[in-house]
């Protein structure tokens, strides 16, 4: 299973359902950075997708964005090879 890391708060509506929909996907793990309790990690989040919106999720290295993004990769069938591969 690859490594998931997604820039969080703690009352993000858009995070809990990213978070269950790879949950669903099979997900055991997901690094959260909390964004809202450490500011410094917003600045990393802001210069390193170019966002300033939450959630943003990498799956290994590679950016898939936010939740409308995860959801619509996950239509389009791309989501799952991401989670199986590694």
Known sequence: MPKIVMYSTQVCPYCQMAERLLRQR????IEKILID???ARREEMMTRTGRRTVPQIYID???V???DDLS???RA???APLLQAA
């Open 77 to 79: 069938g791309g989501l």
């Open 26 to 29: 099979g997900v055991q793990e």
């Open 37 to 39: 309790k450490d500011p």
């Open 72 to 74: 619509a990769l996950d």
């Open 65 to 67: 964005g936010g939740y």
């Open 61 to 63: 290295d590679r950016h």
